[in-house]
């Protein structure tokens, strides 16, 4: 008989170890159609989405494009900046420049006016006829002599 009640005894404990088992699955398999009514609705939500992430991708690669073609066109306003600056600097040194340059060339004209007058005097006979070849003759050996060493 104890062979008999041990038999017993151990099939009783698998039984409660199997209704134990099987009750944890029925809690689970409730679970499991709660994850699935859950993992639809996330599918729905994801495919709702996706379409809103595609626009947003593309509003982001429009957006880089515009903020390229900003970048460029600020490139060439600082380059315009920097070769109108230069330009200003140039005017502000001919603004500055451009008096005394003025006054110079006054004097190179005078100058030149002077020299002109003087060349010409010098030209044209002041003298009898006779003491300017000697003057003109003498002035040329002066010219043309060789300085002594």
């Known amino acids: 008989m104890r062979g008999w009640r041990a038999a017993l005894d151990a099939q009783h404990s698998e039984s409660q170890r199997r209704i134990a088992r099987l009750s ?9 159609t709660e994850a699935r009514a859950a993992l639809t609705s996330i599918l729905e ?3 709702l ?3 809103r992430l595609a626009s947003a991708v593309d ?3 429009h957006a ?3 903020l390229r073609a900003a970048e460029k066109r600020l490139a060439q306003a600082i380059g315009e900046r920097t070769e109108a600056q230069l330009h200003v600097s140039r005017l502000t040194w001919i603004r500055t420049a451009k008096p005394e340059y003025a006054e110079l060339l006054q004097r190179h004209r005078d100058l030149t006016r002077e020299l002109s007058r003087s060349s010409g ?3 044209t ?9 000697a003057t003109s003759a ?3 050996s002066v010219l043309g002599r060789r300085p002594r060493h």
Request: proline share 8%; net charge positive.
């Open 24 to 32: 944890a699955l029925a809690k689970d398999t409730s679970r499991i």
């Open 45 to 47: 939500e994801l495919a």
């Open 49 to 51: 989405k996706e379409p």
């Open 59 to 61: 509003n982001r690669l």
């Open 64 to 66: 880089e494009m515009e």
């Open 121 to 123: 005097n010098l030209q």
């Open 125 to 133: 006979p002041a003298h009898p006829k006779g003491k300017q070849r």
């Open 138 to 140: 003498r002035s040329k």
